[in-house]
């Protein structure tokens, strides 16, 4: 029953995930083995979220290897503790399996896990093995401490605050589109592009220091900037005024466009996944932290300006035109 | 769209979700609406635990009314932080729809969900909604606080310690039967063993009480007698010997038996999804257990007892033979 092609039972499964989550961890005082995790914090708060992914809808097995499946749904509940300034230092997982599964794809499932929280000193505490109707299904949470001078909510933000955003946008969306079999033979050209879809790195390091020098408001893009920016302002009851020209795009996504007559910004805009951080705050505090994510190596970019509420959400053309912002990002349901 | 019939997009599920869980809690710093929620707790430690359910392996709709199925999922995860002795206080909900959902599945869905969670003045902090390729899904992440003396593990029992339960075994079991369309005319005749298996209560108040007087070890019985008390000896180290005729089964459970030739006991041993505590104590402790657990109107067994690890897992037969103790219960795998 030792073989990489042997099946296991749950309760081999779950020996096997112990096993690969064994290294110790300072504050985990009870880890997986028992009806529930005890972990020590910091302090007596904690942030905690939880995503969940699911075959044929999140991703194809055919397309993606189990490890970056395990990567990427991690990356994307450690990218919510980085949104809000804190940092990761627990997380649960709960796999579902249609059948018993084979001993290498649970150990390649948790090298992805394992990998992005071994990038941040998180351990794994605890899951739930079991079996679904149909498909894999992965369900991560994670639990953090908040930054020191308090987390940082989508609710800060106020008229005139500069809107900012680390890194480019659009690169998740481009890898996507050359992993559903668009552009074949691209991917071998643009492999920063399909590592960007499937192994975003979350900006942990960069909300720690959005957060330090006090940022108004930050939310990561993960359904893409039109619906997260529409976000701050639901929440800070502000208005926008955002500059098309000013999104920032990688020189890969340009090319990928002009090759395939993408429209790069219509991805930048829409695309999500990016797992980059946006942000709003005061003019002075805006340059700091462009100054400070310099230093850290994290580009930065500013995109316009929060808006009083009655002025509307408003996308500015390169052409100079106004439109309305409109939230056309990803809905599971739409 | 506000008719019950009517189909939501994932943001509209969410805004639903947020209204229904609006309840101030003063512990809950960050609610729902946020990339992660932040949550203050009595001490710097937490306990946590995660659990799935999908529809069609742990549920089929046309037997399960939505608001079953959110009282179970969130019941079976609040019974694990009773399991450690602690006290829940905070719950996170992932849901998975196949398809747009309706008003009325997702409000009783959360119907379900709160009910367990105000039982206990338990908070829904957050969560997250998205589509699967089929079937519903639902996995809980609860949150909640160890208790003074320390939370009780699955690995502290003791060559000697009495086995101790609480409540009877195998209603739940028992309810599923009759559920799944055997013993057809019964249902209205036996609804608490319905009810057992619908609507179990997670034990915490009785949790708490064992974990005060210092029980050596404790879980839940969620997997089935049999496998759960294997769980007890595996993380201690030990042996045990256990008497069938002390299994506590309810009259209902045996007049259902008798009328449909089931084995009550074999539903006892292996059937799970009781929730009740299985705990093991020294003896004088088991007596100050059993009389608190009585003053709280809580049934109580002795079961058997804790032996050393060279005596083996030893079932004593009514009749006086002597079996080993198999982990009969519920793997999703096998």
Redesign the interface.
Known sequence: MDGDES?????E?IALIREMAAEPHPGL??PI??????????????????????????FALGTYHQSDIGYKATAAAV???A??G?QPV?A???L??P???LRREVSSLLEGVLEVLGNFHCAL???????????L?L?V????T?PPGG?I???GAAAGDVIGVTGTLGDAAAGLYMLSGSGGGLRARFPRLVEAHLRPSPRVHAGEILASVGVSA???VSDGLSTDLGHLCD?SGTGCELSEASVPVSADLRELADAESLDALSLAMSGGEDYELLFTAAADVYSEAASSLAEAGVPCASLGTMRPPDEGRIVLSADGTRKTLE?VGY????
């Open positions: 099946r296991l039972t749950e309760s499964t005082e009870i083995g028992d009806d529930a995790a005890l972990v020590r914090f910091a302090r007596d708060e904690a942030l905690v979220t939880v995503d969940s992914v699911f075959e044929g809808v999140h990218s919510d503790i949104a809000m804190g627990y649960l997982l709960s579902g399996f059948a018993a599964p505490a605890g899951g739930d093995v079991c079996r679904t109707a149909a498909g299904a369900t949470t994670v639990l953090g908040p987390a909510t989508r609710g930050m939310t990561d929440e939230g809905d599971h349901f739409r």
